[in-house]
């Protein structure tokens, strides 16, 4: 097992796929304990941090579009909720014993993008994890971060659900974008836990139907639990025709969706090929479509001409912007959409590869790693 002991900053650094080790990050120092150099940022003492498809992923393959290697290795990590050790001169907002969510990603603030409010798509972002802006990940004992992308989380709130707030905010950053609209139905294609926040949010914000799609019955059974008046689709993984496959979907839909002959919304957040053709032909003419999260494959076949014909609204949707984590907080605070039936398992710091392992493995919705103890 591997060891945090003597370190100022440990930190699980991934330098190759399958490659990782507890190594020191250390921090400038005051009197020998970490400390800020900038009088805007805030220290975080980590608690608990979220593994998602794209750890795994990292893991795996030791990168997405850019990789790690032995000489520019990465704190990996990007959900996280802590503990303030440490604040800046300038930082009234928050206070040493706040627990916060962290938001991960930290724009330049001076780009087009920042400037039009669309900081997810700032030319120079800076995200937890990311090896191109060489920003490390959470998954640290102390982890640096400017105090406006800092939340705190309210009493009730514990910090193993805190950690939710990042993958909450994706969701609701997908249903904003699609533009969902009160009294509409909408068809989530994946159940896992970007699915299920997204249909969490769209009754949030008055969706009529909500159907989640998987080709795993215990992923529906599990959608049927936790989205409260939801309805399933099992897909078969053996039918080939897409369009067969989406008028089956449409039929056991009916008769709501007859006199429109499809489905309103399609969130598609399972990647995969064949999924995101039944959303197209599963949509009435007119319908919105939005792709969420990471495909699972770079490039798929799409079936363009139905998607001209129906003069559907085709959309990406990346991460979260402006307002979005403030809502996410809302709806949790609120009790509008909960998170902690998400929480699978909790791995210590030490043996954070099992906790990629068991992810990888489709085990668990969210698995945990816990911060480093004392
Ligand atoms: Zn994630
Ligand atoms: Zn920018």
């Known amino acids: 097992m591997a060891s945090a002991t003597n370190f100022q900053n440990p930190s699980w650094f991934l330098s190759g796929p399958h490659t990782a080790s507890i190594r020191d990050h250390r921090l400038a120092e005051d009197e020998g304990n970490p400390t800020l150099t900038d009088p805007y940022?805030?220290?975080?003492?980590?608690?608990?941090?979220?593994?998602?498809?794209?750890?795994?992923?990292?893991?795996?393959?030791?990168?997405?579009?850019t990789f790690v290697s032995s000489t520019a290795p990465i704190i990996l990590g990007h959900e996280a909720s802590g503990i303030i050790a440490t604040v800046g001169s300038k930082v009234d907002s928050l206070k040493p014993g706040d627990r916060v969510a962290i938001e991960p990603g930290f724009p330049c603030r001076r780009c087009n993008f920042c400037k039009r409010g669309q900081y997810n798509l700032c030319l120079g972002m800076r995200f937890a994890a990311d090896p191109a802006s060489g920003q490390h990940g959470?998954?640290?004992?102390?982890?640096?971060?400017?105090?406006d992308f800092v939340y705190v989380i309210p009493a009730e709130m514990s910090l193993e659900e805190a950690v939710l707030v990042e993958p909450l905010s994706v969701a609701v950053h997908t249903v904003r974008n699609l533009g969902l609209k009160a009294g509409e139905s909408v068809?989530?294609?994946?159940?896992?836990?970007?699915?299920?926040?997204?249909a969490k949010v769209a009754c949030a914000f008055g969706a009529e139907r909500v159907v989640l799609c998987d080709v795993l019955p215990q992923k529906l059974e599990f959608a049927r639990g936790y989205v409260e008046g939801c309805e399933t689709f099992l897909l078969d993984k053996g039918q080939m025709d897409t369009e067969v496959e989406a008028k089956r979907l449409l039929d056991a839909l009916s008769p709501a969706s007859a006199d429109i002959k499809g489905v309103d919304n399609v969130i598609e957040a399972s990647g995969a090929g064949s999924a995101i053709q039944i959303g197209i032909f599963a949509l009435r003419n007119g319908g919105s479509y939005i792709q969420t999260g990471m495909s699972g494959r770079a490039k798929v076949e799409f079936p363009i001409n139905v998607f001209s014909a129906k003069e559907l609204n085709l959309k990406g949707c990346f991460r979260y912007g402006a307002g979005d984590y403030e809502l996410a907080m809302r709806l949790l605070a609120s009790k509008k959409v909960g998170v902690k039936e998400l929480i699978s398992s909790v791995t210590p710091f030490e043996r954070a590869p099992e906790a990629w392992e068991k992810t990888g493995k489709g085990e668990g919705i969210?698995?945990?790693?816990?911060?480093?103890?004392?």
Not at 138 to 147: G, I, N
């Open 366 to 374: 969210k698995n945990l790693i816990e911060g480093v103890r004392d």
């Open 138 to 147: 959470t998954l640290t004992k102390y982890f640096v971060a400017p105090a």
């Open 187 to 198: 068809v989530v294609m994946g159940s896992g836990t970007i699915g299920l926040l997204c």
């Open 41 to 65: 940022d805030v220290l975080v003492r980590i608690s608990y941090v979220g593994v998602c498809g794209s750890d795994v992923h990292f893991w795996n393959h030791g990168g997405i579009q």
